[in-house]
T-cell receptor, first 112, second 118 residues
Framework: DTAVSQTPKYLVTQMGNDKSIKCEQN?????MYWYKQDSKKFLKIMFS???????INETVPNRFSPKSPDKAHLNLHINSLELGDSAVYFC???????????FGPGTRLTVT | AQSVTQLDSQVPVFEEAPVELRCNYS??????LFWYVQYPNQGLQLLLK??????LVKGINGFEAEFNKSQTSFHLRKPSVHISDTAEYFC????????????????FGQGTTLQVKP
């Protein structure tokens, strides 16, 4: 009964590959987010969707494409992976655009 | 533009001692304020939040924080820490917009590693 879940937890891949990370929340929230945490643990928002509508797109390379098939899911697809994409990616959700966000356990992406 | 500064990258403290983790923010508009905790290899968990009302906010695990608008600070405190409090702590702000302008965007500080020693 995990609130926000992500798959996979670990992802190791080679440069140039395309990969996806999936996120699901069972909290009934209408807003979902993707954050990137770099090797220095700095967290930065990448995207957010509210009722399946893109709200935030934070100067992320267009190799990154979020997709929200419904309010409970927000997937992240990454094309042509680069070494600098190695990081931990967190999905989060909230009810509305004010207040606390609930975070998933993270996906550690390693690009070799 | 908004920014968040956590003044200490690491805070070592002995068990049962009090601790304060400092957070200052820069914003020309009103903000909502949050503290999150991240245990090793886990996601972030909300400790407490300030949206409005009383400036002293109590959270989980015995933590509290005080919003000081004049000093643009939101320092986190605990009177007596436990070994299990060892973790990374993040302060975050979200801009308070009127009407339908909120985006939910959280701007995080750099994090403070709390190391509780026996």
């Amino acid at each position: 009964d995990t609130a926000v879940s992500q798959t996979p937890k670990y992802l190791v891949t080679q440069m140039g590959n395309d990969k996806s990370i999936k996120c699901e929340q069972n909290l009934g929230h209408d807003t979902m987010y993707w954050y990137k945490q770099d090797s220095k643990k700095f967290l930065k928002i990448m995207f957010s969707y509210n009722n399946k509508e893109l709200i935030i797109n934070e100067t992320v390379p267009n190799r990154f494409s979020p997709k929200s098939p419904d309010k409970a899911h927000l997937n992240l697809h990454i094309n042509s992976l680069e070494l600098g994409d190695s990081a931990v990616y967190f999905c989060a959700s909230s009810q509305g655009l004010v207040g606390e966000q609930y975070f998933g356990p993270g996906t550690r992406l390693t690009v070799t | 533009a908004q920014s968040v500064t956590q003044l200490d990258s690491q805070v070592p403290v002995f068990e049962e001692a009090p601790v304060e983790l400092r957070c200052n923010y820069s914003s020309s508009v009103s903000v909502y304020l949050f503290w999150y905790v991240q245990y090793p290899n886990q996601g972030l968990q909300l400790l407490l939040k300030y949206l409005s009302g009383s400036t002293l906010v109590k959270g989980i695990n015995g933590f509290e924080a005080e919003f000081n608008k004049s000093q643009t600070s939101f320092h986190l405190r605990k009177p007596s820490v436990h070994i299990s409090d060892t973790a990374e702590y993040f302060c975050a702000v979200s801009v308070k917009q009127h009407g339908s302008g909120n985006t939910g965007k959280l701007i995080f500080g750099q994090g403070t590693t709390l190391q509780v020693k026996p």
